[in-house]
């Protein structure tokens, strides 16, 4: 009921501040509350547009990345408001590789200089002190950012050596461009794709026919942050 | 194996004709083979833009709405090729009602003329003879038949007394625009939104907050075709 | 409302009777009804025991096969039955193997002794005129059929030379054993394991480590039927 | 390779065990790792049985909760083993109730004292300094206690006020009766039922006829931990 109530009386501004919204009511309408945490998620409506033209009331589900934020407050202690973006398939299908890793006996993985990098995206970033911050600008510049350092300049691409290095690359540009972010932390799941063998077929296969294998899968996660805000955490 | 080797040697020039492909395979190969049915499926991969430049080799997942196609033939039949749309999601925020519907002892539900259409659509057509159709392209204008009938005219939209309607108008388009289309099948679910009763906590609620009933929700699937396919079937 | 109503009305004395009584209400009820087609799905809720003792009223669930049921009737046709279980997980790890296919030139899958046949099993089977059957035992001995068909004597097993055996077996043991059942489908999935090639690491592995293979996977599915069915039916 | 190395190397003698290994190997081959976590899941196969015979070769996967564990050590701490179940499906059809809860101007639920109880189960403990635990048969008790604790004894179950009284009864029970755990998470979701109003229908229902409501439903999370665990953590 209380989330209801606030959105009617609040309206929702965007959804990080519909989640501060409901840590305040919690915090400072309970004493006996010692920490609030938000979690909110949209569900990925767009509008139609029939040749161009926005249309009046109609809106289809495109879930090509969902946005989410969450706000957490401990008594005494700061609001913290992270926001996010999750379930974002991407593939390169060339100019990927995976090579210069560490080897050791257990390793039989060869070095790759091209192949496909698909994966599932999760990010999520802090906010520092909120002040007013456009939420809904902020969010749409990170993703940009995150599909500029995954992809590279539209007429060349650019080359991955590795799937880790690509999610650093992603944190370094939102890093460097969005100076409200704090701390940032990358998943990429990378599901591979073999080149099917079809000499026994009598066939040659130039990386024309490929299988995914979707099961093991690796998985990448990360965290990186600014040097002022890991000093304050005493790191 | 057959399926890597057809992909090899023939190319996927679209689902359809690959799908007929494996059929006409299995039927010229084996003669003890009485019945072939293929399924397609297409992951929903779209070139990334950058400002309006296409990316030369990165992709993004869009979900909104997922071709397939089926091929089917019993020995000494027609091939029969039939191709749709699914997992389309789509939402009128009004414009919408349910009224003149049959009503009995049994009836609780009121009429209603301003409600939320919210639902999942699922649309499959057979195409008559196959000849050299362009598939891709009667694909995406059935796609663009199924959201003009859905929406309506994008600056005033149009008023659906039911959803059973829209499924009708939907099909009545799509026959009346694309004459390679014999049937065509839609089904649609409707998620319903209880407009939140507030007055037991002092407030009113002009439709502003809504909350959506996953469970019971309503279907309709309904099949329509052309008189004389229904003909030659005997009906 | 109608199946809310007949639930109160008649109860349930078990899904195959609460599907015909719901078909036999649309089709006595509307005249301008042509088809009517019921599908009833268990939430399997077993109830708890402790050390034996059954408890009075909480229930755990076990998703170890779910049962469901279909009727359906055509205007001035038979009422027609159908029962059924999915999602039933089962898997051979040893005393399975996949021989005596039919090879040519696309084939380069191995003649294997002694595999892992790990699958999800989807059943369904008709019954003839239904008289007053015990809906219940029936489904519950047609359960005890397909364990024993596709697992042999607790003791010692029993080979299957290939999955779309193993299939027969089943119908053929349901057939021979449950006069009730007409025809009987079944669907198996067939997930595979490969056994890791540890030569590189320096290590022999007789089967001890192995590891799914998710996509793409073997599927069967096969329908069988009585003699007197299929004449009748014209074939 | 390397989880594949100490499977075939080491057997996996538990879950939990297994675990452990994989941090050691991390922590002791590769010194600049500072922080390892392990998490593993089993897949729920239980031997066949035939008139309560043991099948010697085949399984049926039984989803009724399902075994998972962590292992998590930074260098220069100590190993940190969890344990839990999750996916635990369970219902109470009477005796259970909600009362006695915080009312303010936005409460509009009334007091139920018998209604069902409905959820899915998540729980997570974690073991003190582990020694040689049998994890398997603690793992087997704490499930019990589980189902003890929701059900209360089987001739006349025990009536649950909340659904948040009923996770402190199972935490209280497990931390009397495991000495081993310190620590233990619990978090149940709870899906409502509603009991049709048939009076516009001309009939009565006496919590005859229900249908769940499956959005929103109401969550509850709590951590429960031994006293001196918190003062270790300087709570």
Redesign the interface.
């Known amino acids: ?2 989330v ?2 606030l ?3 609040n309206g929702i501004s965007s959804l990080e501040q519909f989640a501060i919204d409901i840590c305040n009511h919690f915090m400072t309408t309970f004493c006996q509350v010692a920490y609030v945490k938000t979690y909110i998620q949209e569900v990925p ?1 767009q509008r ?3 040749d161009g ?13 969902i946005r989410f934020c969450e706000a957490e407050q401990c008594r005494n202690g700061p609001l913290i408001v992270f926001a996010g973006i999750k379930d ?8 990927s590789g995976f090579e210069g890793f560490y080897k050791n ?5 060869p070095e790759r200089h091209d192949r496909i990098l698909c994966g599932e995206l999760f990010c999520k970033w802090s906010y520092g002190e909120c002040k007013d911050f456009d939420f809904d600008c902020i969010w749409k510049k990170i993703r940009e950012c995150i ?2 350092a ?8 650019e080359y991955s050596p590795s799937y880790q290095k690509t999610i650093n690359c992603i944190q370094m540009l939102v890093l460097s461009r969005v100076s409200q972010v704090q701390v940032i932390e990358v998943v990429l799941n990378n599901t591979f794709f073999n080149v ?1 063998d ?1 000499k ?4 040659t ?1 130039d990386k ?2 490929l ?6 899968y690796g998985s990448c996660a990360c965290t990186l942050g600014r040097k002022k805000f890991f000093e304050a955490q005493g790191h």
Chains 1, 2, 3, 4 share one sequence.
């Open positions: 009921n209380i209801l109530v959105a009617k009386k409506w139609l547009h029939e033209v926005p249309h009046i009331h109609s809106f289809i589900c495109v879930p090509d990345g974002l398939k991407l593939m390169k299908t060339t100019q006996e257990h390793t039989t993985l599909l500029e995954f992809a590279g300049p539209p007429d060349c691409g099917v079809m026994n077929l009598g066939l296969n024309e026919v299988v995914p294998v979707e099961a093991p």
